[in-house]
Nanobody, 114 residues
């Protein structure tokens, strides 16, 4: 059974930092990603990382967010710095198998507000 368990969301002031974590289990995954969905908007890609540690970022977060993974722990992280109110959203962990099966976590709320 595949499980993606996210943690680390919360309320932070503008300019602050948060680190999201996602522990994946139940399959061998070839890539991971973080996506987000703000109220009234579509889900959008934030960052992805492959098993070879190739990363990709949305332009809106480049230079502020860093995706990383710990293969031994099957965990993917999203370090978010210099947070802005427009980063407020539910953040979802995604994991993809070598056969292109997609799995999603339950989401964790990130709110950036003073």
């Amino acid at each position: 059974q595949v499980q993606l368990v996210e943690s680390g969301g919360g309320l932070v002031q503008p300019g602050g930092s948060l680190r999201l974590s996602c522990v994946a289990s139940g399959r061998i995954f070839s890539s991971y990603g973080w996506y987000r969905q703000a109220p009234g908007k579509q889900r959008e890609l934030v960052a992805t990382i492959t098993s070879g540690d190739i990363t990709n970022y949305a332009n809106s977060v480049k230079g502020r967010f860093t995706i990383s993974r710990d293969g031994a722990k099957n965990t993917v992280y999203l370090q978010m710095n210099s947070l802005k109110p427009e980063d407020t959203a539910v953040y979802y962990c995604n994991a993809r198998t070598p056969f292109a099966n997609n799995y999603w976590g339950q989401g964790t709320q990130v709110t950036v507000s003073s």
